[in-house]
């Protein structure tokens, strides 16, 4: 196979052409490919060019113009409000946090020379010295304590403040030394330090639009919803950044985002439309990095209510997805089949043991039957606020309908969609970005009293373990208890998992230094101060 | 005469301001009857009632919707536009740019547009029935069935990235020389011309070819005028109503209406900013945009009153 | 469409215009012959479509015209050709639905006010350029969260949104006609408000507002699909021919039938709604007369 990525090549067509020719029926011919992974191997083609100029010593010089997917006028340069992919890349290129993960998905330290605990309740961050914000202050303890600090304050609207809840009290040790308490012990403190939420603003910031941190560039230009541009920050306290100035705005229009890569306009185009990658054949000059972090979009049951209360129903729904054919065909192979539990096979508790449930509808018509719901219409909601869900649930629809079950399938506003009925309607769809630890990812949704318990699964069971994981810095323990909660959650809860979304970003080849990010694309959103171009 | 018209202009602009105020206050009641508030949209996902309860307070967004309307109201009475909700900012700062943006665009667009639709919708009438007549009708109705990011993306593809002649973006920020606004503006020029072409095409037509048939037309041509001069003295100033009306119509649209040029271009103009406002509930800004363009679209259209009136002797 | 040589169209005009009375020109004949074939088409195609509209049959995506997909496959690889054949149940009835009350309303109201002038037209002149103020997609949206979705309420919606269009040109027309010495002669016969529209200004007024109901309809035509995408309207799978581009779009660099072939549907139906306008017999205005 050739480092070309692509979903599926017309060299193909020959095999298929002979399969046809022996009497295969097309869908005969659809269930063969998806069952020997044939899509899947061409879709999974290698995407490691980005990789491959990591040896390459950095240059020096040149101006970054890059496209993100969303803005609005709501952008912020305020990390606790950070929402969209836009806002992130904005705050790593001016801010920095205390710890930040690698490629690997281990934490290292960035702003903090260490932290620890004997306890895993209290906390010691050590500062790194010599460290100034854009203005020429000195990075203090007190501006760590004010950036965590202001997460608890209801007034910031932080994204995080469930998170942030935990860290009961501060305090300034010295002018380097600040002590975290906890309400109860979590071993993931310095993972969850690693959030782009919690990077580190100036003691005592109201104006947030001027961006003064400690980060890769300085503020120029920043006009919500149009553009902003960064200056190279020459005392910055790390290698880099190789560019002079970082241009960033945001082209909503997949192809308009991808015309403007190839005709030159800008060097890097974020999240690329799967179904765009055959404009890259054959071209040559542009180079596409492909990273699957573990977000997805699930189908929610709410078991409290409607048909989600019928347990053959939920059953019979597990088995109704075509996981393998959403992989293929609404996500072009970008993406890697869900087992419907929400760890993604890119995190270290990963269950690999946990199979997905096979494409079943002899047996999901058993269970409808059961459940007396075949003949009855059943309101399924989807929107384009939850991506590729209108494909996922038209699939789903059309699999319903071959053995009986309506499915009426609901395209709804994306404006308003996570406020109106997200959580809320009896079934919809979902997505969810990756955290970090997977303590965060069961008590925001599967625990009982979780925030977002997308399908209102309780189970004493889980909320116990999840305690129990929680406390432990037993590693070989832990992953015990993760391996059997993600089963508890895949066979019990409501929430389908068809698959993990990869993300595609494609740049100009001339731009080096792209790696493959676990936090997300655009290298976890920190790709300004680590690219450099090769001229 | 003169006096009729100016009575009228003053007229029209105290109902005008009526006008404002209606419309001021349709859109409040849409925007409240929308799901959803500004605090629960900025929070997003992760809003719950207690982080949303204290934003909203954080943001002064507790006093009852209608009265923060009535004091923006009464803001702008004294000229202050408000600031923005969602991101704390004037909201003068905000569209300041960005609407003169739109006007450059919407003016450049105008006049290339019109002249073109004028020509072409009277030439169209005076050749009616001919195949030149058949040809413009056809291109024009099949031009303007072709969806509007259809055409943008078109364009693009053959200009920008294949042909490689233009910049697939609209960056007027680097604007410095007569041959940059050539290539920054060409292609949403063209994209826009597409799209309010037609309407002034169409309807210049069908004006003409009605008034074509008037017997004091036909009386005319009974003396013996060509046919040019037909159409030129005669038809064409008693079809000035209806045509002025549609070239107002037509281009109210590239004030308000040109959200897909501006995403394909990402050419910042107000209607985005709009589309931003309502999807944020950030209603001070909804409020000066919906402004911006009723205050716009009523400009067009009493011109156009004024113009039809001064067109035709009776209505004088 | 299959082009019917030149004179078979003058004898089915002649045929024609021995049945109705009015006289319809080949051109016109041709776009009547393509609107009813799409209506045929819009009636019949559950029958006829060879595949089920949400099914997925190519592994292929944007997939070429071929002997098993005669219209290649979309964005998902469903079968191009049923989506279209099912889209023009949509596209041709919503919109010929809603062109047709917002011509009506439009027209009758801005008729009614320029006859009878006063604070009547003010009133109705304002409040439709306030309706008009307001931003569709705010319109939509509201229309959404407050009375949901389904396809009455999308056809009213996009009726709404293009009556004050409809409206203030239809109002332009008669208020030059209303200034004849025929209408003062009728108004001092003392007839009735509804007799002066119907009887003297309409007739007057029929071609240039035949001419705005076609472009009404492309517009509307067009509107449809993004009402659609707000959540307003036609439910997946199902789609209409706007919102089968829109969904394509994608293909567009790689000139795949699934938006090529979709536009030329919208624009044949356009195109050919129009000619017929075009080539109405002009003398259905005398007719009326009598």
């Given at each position: 196979?050739?480092?070309?990525?692509?979903?599926?090549?017309?060299?193909?067509?020959?095999?298929?052409?002979?399969?046809?020719?022996?009497?295969?029926?097309?869908?005969?011919?659809?269930?063969?490919?998806?069952?020997?992974?044939?899509?899947?191997?061409?879709?999974?083609?290698?995407?490691?060019?980005?990789?491959?100029?990591?040896?390459?010593?950095?240059?020096?010089?040149?101006?970054?113009?890059a496209a993100g997917w969303?803005?609005?006028?709501?952008?912020?340069?305020?990390?606790?409000?950070?929402?969209?992919?836009?806002?992130?890349?904005?705050?790593?290129?001016?801010?920095?946090?205390?710890?930040?993960?690698?490629?690997?998905?281990?934490?290292?330290?960035?702003?903090?020379?260490?932290?620890?605990?004997?306890?895993?309740?209290?906390?010691?961050?050590?500062?790194?010295?010599?460290?100034?914000?854009?203005?020429?202050?000195?990075?203090?303890?007190?501006?760590?304590?004010?950036?965590?600090?202001?997460?608890?304050?209801?007034?910031?609207?932080?994204?995080?403040?469930?998170?942030?809840?935990?860290?009961?009290?501060?305090?300034?040790?010295?002018?380097?030394?600040?002590?975290?308490?906890?309400?109860?012990?979590?071993?993931?403190?310095?993972?969850?330090?690693?959030?782009?939420?919690?990077?580190?603003?100036?003691?005592?910031?109201?104006?947030?639009?001027?961006?003064?941190?400690?980060?890769?560039?300085?503020?120029?230009?920043?006009?919500?919803?149009?553009?902003?541009?960064?200056?190279?920050?020459?005392?910055?306290?790390?290698?880099?950044?190789?560019?002079?100035?970082?241009?960033?705005?945001a082209i909503s229009d997949d192809n308009a985002r991808v015309n403007a890569l190839l005709?030159?306009d800008i060097?890097l185009a974020a999240t690329i439309n799967?179904?765009s990658?055959?404009?890259?054949?054959?071209?040559?000059?542009?180079?596409?990095?492909?990273?699957?972090?573990?977000?997805?979009?699930?189908?929610?049951?709410?078991?409290?209510?409607?048909?989600?209360?019928?347990?053959?129903?939920?059953?019979?729904?597990?088995?109704?997805?075509?996981?393998?054919?959403?992989?293929?065909?609404?996500?072009?192979?970008?993406?890697?089949?869900?087992?419907?539990?929400?760890?993604?096979?890119?995190?270290?508790?990963?269950?690999?043991?946990?199979?997905?449930?096979?494409?079943?509808?002899?047996?999901?018509?058993?269970?409808?039957?059961?459940?007396?719901?075949?003949?009855?219409?059943?309101?399924?909601?989807?929107?384009?606020?939850?991506?590729?869900?209108?494909?996922?649930?038209?699939?789903?629809?059309?699999?319903?309908?071959?053995?009986?079950?309506?499915?009426?399938?609901?395209?709804?506003?994306?404006?308003?969609?996570?406020?109106?009925?997200?959580?809320?309607?009896?079934?919809?769809?979902?997505?969810?970005?990756?955290?970090?630890?997977?303590?965060?990812?069961?008590?925001?949704?599967?625990?009982?009293?979780?925030?977002?318990?997308?399908?209102?699964?309780?189970?004493?069971?889980?909320?116990?373990?999840?305690?129990?994981?929680?406390?432990?810095?037993?590693?070989?323990?832990?992953?015990?208890?993760?391996?059997?909660?993600?089963?508890?959650?895949?066979?019990?809860?409501?929430?389908?998992?068809?698959?993990?979304?990869?993300?595609?970003d494609a740049?100009?080849?001339?731009?080096?230094?792209?790696?493959?990010?676990?936090?997300?694309?655009?290298?976890?959103?920190?790709?300004?101060?680590?690219?450099?171009?090769?001229? | 005469?003169?006096?009729?018209?100016?009575?009228?202009?003053?007229?029209?602009?105290?109902?005008?301001?009526?006008?404002?105020?209606?419309?001021?206050?349709?859109?409040?009641?849409?925007?409240?009857?929308?799901?959803?508030?500004?605090?629960?949209?900025?929070?997003?996902?992760?809003?719950?009632?207690?982080?949303?309860?204290?934003?909203?307070?954080?943001?002064?967004?507790?006093?009852?919707?209608?009265?923060?309307?009535?004091?923006?109201?009464?803001?702008?009475?004294?000229?202050?536009?408000?600031?923005?909700?969602?991101?704390?900012?004037?909201?003068?700062?905000?569209?300041?740019?960005?609407?003169?943006?739109?006007?450059?665009?919407?003016?450049?667009?105008?006049?290339?547009?019109?002249?073109?639709?004028?020509?072409?919708?009277?030439?169209?009438?005076?050749?009616?029935?001919?195949?030149?007549?058949?040809?413009?009708?056809?291109?024009?109705?099949?031009?303007?069935?072709?969806?509007?990011?259809?055409?943008?993306?078109?364009?693009?593809?053959?200009?920008?990235?294949?042909?490689?002649?233009?910049?697939a973006l609209?960056?007027?920020?680097?604007?410095?020389?007569?041959?940059?606004?050539?290539?920054?503006?060409?292609?949403?020029?063209?994209?826009?011309?597409?799209?309010?072409?037609?309407?002034?095409?169409?309807?210049?037509?069908?004006?003409?070819?009605?008034?074509?048939?008037?017997?004091?037309?036909?009386?005319?041509?009974?003396?013996?005028?060509?046919?040019?001069?037909?159409?030129?003295?005669?038809?064409?100033?008693?079809?000035?109503?209806?045509?002025?009306?549609?070239?107002?119509?037509?281009?109210?649209?590239?004030?308000?209406?040109?959200?897909?040029?501006?995403?394909i271009?990402n050419?910042?103009?107000?209607?985005?900013?709009?589309?931003?406002?309502?999807?944020?509930?950030?209603?001070?800004?909804?409020?000066?945009?919906?402004?911006?363009?009723?205050?716009?679209?009523?400009?067009?259209?009493?011109?156009?009153?004024?113009?039809?009136?001064?067109?035709?002797?009776?209505?004088? | 469409?299959?082009?019917?040589?030149?004179?078979?169209?003058?004898?089915?005009?002649?045929?024609?215009?021995?049945?109705?009375?009015?006289?319809?020109?080949?051109?016109?004949?041709?776009?009547?012959?393509?609107?009813?074939?799409?209506?045929?088409?819009?009636?019949?195609?559950?029958?006829?479509?060879?595949?089920?509209?949400?099914?997925?049959?190519?592994?292929?995506?944007?997939?070429?015209?071929?002997?098993?997909?005669?219209?290649?496959?979309?964005?998902?690889?469903?079968?191009?050709?049923?989506?279209?054949?099912?889209?023009?149940?949509?596209?041709?009835?919503?919109?010929?639905?809603?062109?047709?009350?917002?011509?009506?309303?439009?027209?009758?109201?801005?008729?009614?006010?320029?006859?009878?002038?006063?604070?009547?037209?003010?009133?109705?002149?304002?409040?439709?350029?306030?309706?008009?103020?307001?931003?569709?997609?705010?319109?939509?949206?509201?229309?959404?969260?407050?009375?949901?979705?389904?396809?009455?309420?999308?056809?009213?919606?996009?009726?709404?949104?293009?009556?004050?269009?409809?409206?203030?040109?239809?109002?332009?027309?008669?208020?030059?006609?209303?200034?004849?010495?025929?209408?003062?002669?009728?108004?001092?016969?003392?007839?009735?408000?509804?007799?002066?529209?119907?009887?003297?200004?309409?007739?007057?007024?029929?071609?240039?507002?035949?001419?705005?109901?076609?472009?009404?309809?492309?517009?509307?035509?067009?509107?449809?699909?993004?009402?659609?995408?707000?959540?307003?309207?036609?439910?997946?799978?199902?789609?209409?021919?706007?919102?089968?581009?829109?969904?394509?779009?994608?293909?567009?660099?790689?000139?795949?039938?699934?938006?090529?072939?979709?536009?030329?549907?919208?624009?044949?139906?356009?195109?050919?709604?129009?000619?017929?306008?075009?080539?109405?017999?002009?003398?259905?205005?005398?007719?009326?007369?009598?």
């Amino acid at each position: 196979m050739s480092d070309k990525i692509t979903n599926w090549t017309r060299s193909d067509d020959a095999m298929v052409e002979g399969a046809i020719r022996r009497g295969a029926s097309r869908r005969d011919l659809m269930k063969m490919l998806l069952a020997s992974g044939v899509a899947l191997s061409a879709g999974g083609a290698v995407f490691g060019r980005a990789t491959s100029a990591l040896a390459a010593t950095p240059k020096s010089g040149g101006a970054l113009k890059a496209a993100g997917w969303s803005s609005s006028t709501a952008d912020t340069l305020d990390p606790a409000k950070a929402s969209l992919s836009t806002d992130y890349v904005r705050c790593c290129a001016f801010y920095n946090r205390l710890t930040i993960i690698d490629k690997d998905g281990v934490t290292h330290m960035e702003l903090a020379e260490s932290i620890e605990s004997k306890d895993a309740q209290t906390w010691t961050v050590k500062l790194k010295t010599g460290v100034t914000f854009h203005d020429g202050k000195d990075l203090t303890a007190d501006d760590v304590i004010f950036s965590l600090q202001r997460h608890l304050d209801k007034a910031t609207g932080s994204k995080v403040a469930k998170i942030a809840a935990q860290m009961q009290s501060f305090k300034a040790v010295d002018k380097t030394t600040v002590e975290i308490t906890l309400v109860a012990p979590n071993a993931d403190l310095p993972t969850i330090l690693a959030m782009h939420h919690f990077m580190i603003v100036q003691n005592g910031t109201t104006d947030f639009s001027k961006g003064i941190g400690t980060g890769a560039f300085k503020r120029e230009v920043f006009e919500p919803g149009v553009r902003s541009v960064g200056l190279r920050n020459t005392s910055y306290f790390k290698d880099g950044p190789h560019v002079d100035s970082f241009e960033y705005f945001a082209i909503s229009d997949d192809n308009a985002r991808v015309n403007a890569l190839l005709s030159g306009d800008i060097h890097l185009a974020a999240t690329i439309n799967p179904r765009s990658l055959r404009m890259f054949e054959g071209v040559d000059g542009f180079t596409l990095s492909k990273t699957t972090s573990g977000n997805y979009t699930n189908l929610n049951i709410r078991l409290d209510q409607g048909f989600g209360a019928k347990k053959e129903f939920v059953e019979g729904m597990k088995y109704l997805v075509n996981r393998e054919q959403i992989v293929a065909s609404a996500l072009r192979g970008l993406g890697v089949v869900g087992n419907d539990q929400p760890i993604s096979p890119a995190n270290f508790f990963h269950n690999a043991d946990l199979k997905p449930k096979a494409f079943d509808p002899d047996k999901a018509k058993f269970l409808f039957d059961k459940a007396g719901v075949l003949g009855e219409t059943i309101p399924v909601i989807a929107s384009e606020a939850a991506n590729a869900s209108v494909d996922m649930a038209m699939m789903i629809q059309a699999a319903g309908a071959e053995i009986g079950l309506k499915l009426d399938v609901q395209r709804v506003p994306s404006d308003g969609y996570w406020d109106n009925y997200w959580l809320k309607a009896p079934i919809h769809f979902g997505n969810i970005n990756p955290r970090p630890t997977l303590d965060i990812l069961f008590s925001l949704l599967y625990s009982s009293d979780a925030p977002w318990n997308e399908s209102q699964y309780k189970s004493p069971k889980f909320d116990k373990m999840l305690l129990e994981a929680r406390a432990s810095l037993d590693q070989d323990k832990r992953r015990q208890l993760y391996a059997e909660m993600q089963v508890m959650v895949a066979d019990e809860a409501g929430t389908i998992i068809p698959a993990y979304l990869s993300n595609v970003d494609a740049t100009t080849s001339k731009l080096k230094g792209l790696e493959p990010s676990p936090l997300g694309g655009q290298m976890g959103y920190a790709f300004a101060e680590n690219v450099w171009f090769d001229a | 005469m003169n006096k009729r018209i100016l009575s009228l202009a003053a007229n029209r602009l105290a109902i005008a301001l009526i006008t404002l105020v209606i419309v001021s206050f349709a859109v409040f009641f849409a925007t409240t009857l929308l799901p959803g508030d500004t605090a629960t949209i900025l929070l997003g996902q992760s809003a719950t009632p207690e982080a949303v309860a204290g934003l909203r307070t954080a943001m002064h967004l507790d006093d009852p919707a209608i009265l923060r309307f009535l004091h923006w109201l009464m803001g702008l009475a004294q000229g202050d536009l408000g600031t923005s909700y969602a991101n704390n900012m004037p909201v003068a700062a905000l569209i300041g740019g960005r609407f003169v943006n739109t006007l450059k665009l919407a003016a450049i667009t105008a006049a290339i547009a019109v002249p073109l639709a004028l020509t072409l919708g009277i030439t169209a009438a005076m050749w009616r029935g001919s195949v030149y007549d058949r040809a413009v009708t056809i291109l024009t109705i099949g031009i303007i069935s072709v969806p509007e990011f259809m055409i943008a993306t078109s364009a693009v593809l053959i200009f920008a990235v294949y042909l490689k002649w233009l910049p697939a973006l609209s960056f007027t920020n680097e604007v410095s020389t007569f041959y940059d606004i050539l290539r920054v503006y060409a292609m949403p020029v063209l994209t826009l011309t597409f799209v309010v072409s037609a309407q002034m095409i169409r309807m210049t037509r069908a004006a003409v070819v009605e008034t074509l048939s008037t017997p004091y037309v036909e009386m005319a041509l009974l003396k013996g005028a060509s046919r040019p001069r037909l159409v030129l003295r005669h038809a064409l100033p008693n079809a000035l109503g209806p045509i002025v009306n549609a070239v107002a119509l037509s281009l109210s649209y590239l004030l308000g209406g040109v959200i897909i040029v501006e995403t394909i271009f990402n050419y910042p103009g107000i209607a985005k900013l709009m589309v931003d406002a309502v999807a944020t509930r950030d209603l001070p800004l909804i409020q000066t945009c919906a402004m911006i363009f009723c205050l716009g679209y009523l400009t067009l259209i009493t011109l156009a009153d004024i113009l039809a009136i001064l067109s035709n002797p009776r209505l004088r | 469409m299959k082009r019917p040589p030149a004179n078979t169209i003058a004898v089915l005009g002649t045929k024609f215009r021995g049945r109705v009375g009015y006289r319809v020109n080949p051109v016109g004949l041709i776009g009547l012959a393509i609107i009813v074939a799409w209506t045929v088409v819009a009636l019949t195609a559950p029958l006829i479509i060879p595949h089920s509209v949400g099914e997925i049959v190519d592994f292929d995506y944007f997939g070429p015209m071929s002997r098993t997909l005669w219209l290649g496959s979309d964005y998902l690889g469903r079968d191009m050709l049923s989506r279209i054949l099912m889209g023009a149940r949509y596209t041709v009835g919503i919109s010929l639905a809603a062109v047709a009350i917002a011509c009506t309303c439009g027209v009758v109201l801005g008729m009614t006010a320029a006859v009878t002038g006063g604070w009547v037209d003010t009133i109705l002149s304002r409040l439709l350029d306030a309706l008009n103020s307001i931003p569709s997609k705010l319109f939509g949206l509201v229309v959404v969260a407050a009375v949901g979705s389904s396809i009455p309420v999308l056809i009213l919606t996009l009726s709404v949104i293009y009556i004050p269009g409809a409206y203030r040109f239809a109002r332009a027309l008669a208020v030059n006609v209303n200034t004849m010495d025929f209408v003062l002669v009728a108004r001092i016969r003392g007839e009735s408000l509804f007799y002066l529209i119907r009887a003297e200004i309409l007739p007057n007024i029929l071609g240039p507002v035949l001419a705005d109901f076609g472009l009404r309809f492309v517009f509307i035509v067009l509107l449809l699909s993004g009402l659609s995408f707000l959540g307003l309207g036609v439910q997946p799978p199902y789609a209409d021919w706007g919102a089968l581009v829109r969904e394509n779009i994608g293909g567009l660099p790689y000139g795949a039938p699934a938006v090529i072939v979709p536009s030329l549907a919208i624009a044949s139906l356009t195109i050919s709604v129009n000619l017929f306008i075009d080539n109405l017999p002009a003398k259905i205005r005398d007719k009326e007369e009598h």
